[in-house]
């Protein structure tokens, strides 16, 4: 019988993974990529010493109950808002994410959807190929400027200044912020950014792009009040987190035309979109694909295998969460 550790691979992901895996670890997949039930979940990992794992699966006090022989739980992403890390320290269990290697790819789509809504390019396309586009008028999908206009970021972490150095080198943008905390000067310098309150960027952004992670505190940060201090010709993207936007009350803002459109990756109860959603024309909408370019997802599929193989093998991860776990 193989004493090697056990994993279970949650998700399907590139083969050359799996072989780097099945070096060091015996190996439960999923190549079929059918997200586990609950039920599945537990009984698939009750035996495993690690999981590698990715948004769609959630790591809290039961699965952990369930699975006593756990060790580690590799998430494939930098967000962990999937994993209950309190329960996951409390039970001696490492969680480890995926930072910087998505960084710029993932400030890369933020820009490009803030483009493709401010320059209404889905709502364009779709009246191309409905074969509605008849003649050039003067007005036809006039959206609003990006270069020299007002950048406003709510999360500046890496990914929110990535965007920030974008839209203030390339662009011409005065960039503003609103974080937690302030950022160091120097990283201010770097950005161009000026740090605001969260009501003076919802009143100033001619673009809003949200960059913060999710949690009790972000959950709703962009609701009916939020959105009724926007300009009316304002756009909203959101390449962060499912639930920081009130979808409901976002769609109801678009069709009013509160703010001129908004561009989405990500959405309350994913892979489910809110249904007024579906039927507003001023909104992009794109299936949580920010950080999806091959190099990229290669490099988040290595980092997550590699802080397996660093903590099962040698006893050091690479980007633990909750290094505690480690003392
Ligand atoms: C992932 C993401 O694709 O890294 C993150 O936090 O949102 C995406 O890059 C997704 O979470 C799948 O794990």
Known sequence: MSTQPRILVARAVFPETLQKLEQH?????NQADTVFTRQELLARLKDKAGAF??????IDAEVLAACPQLKICANMAV??????VPAMTAR?????????????????FGFALLMAT???????????RAGRWTQWSYDMFAGADVHGSTLGILGMGRIGQGIARRGAHGFGMNVIYHNRSRLASELEAACKARYVGKEELLKTADHLVLVLPYSAESHHAIGAAELAQMKPTATLVNVARGGIVDDAALAQALREKRIAAAGLDVYEGEPKVHPDLLTVPNVVLTPHIASATV???RAMADLAADNLIGFLVHGKPVTPLNAEVLA
């Open 79 to 84: 967000g962990f808002n999937n994993f209950d």
């Open 92 to 108: 001696k269990v490492l969680a480890t994410n995926t930072p910087d290697v998505l960084t710029e790819t993932t400030a890369d």
């Open 25 to 29: 670890f015996e190996l439960e997949t």
């Open 118 to 128: 401010a320059r209404r390019m889905a709502e364009s396309e779709h009246y191309l």
């Open 295 to 297: 190099p990229t997802r």
């Open 53 to 58: 794992t990715t948004g769609s699966e959630r």
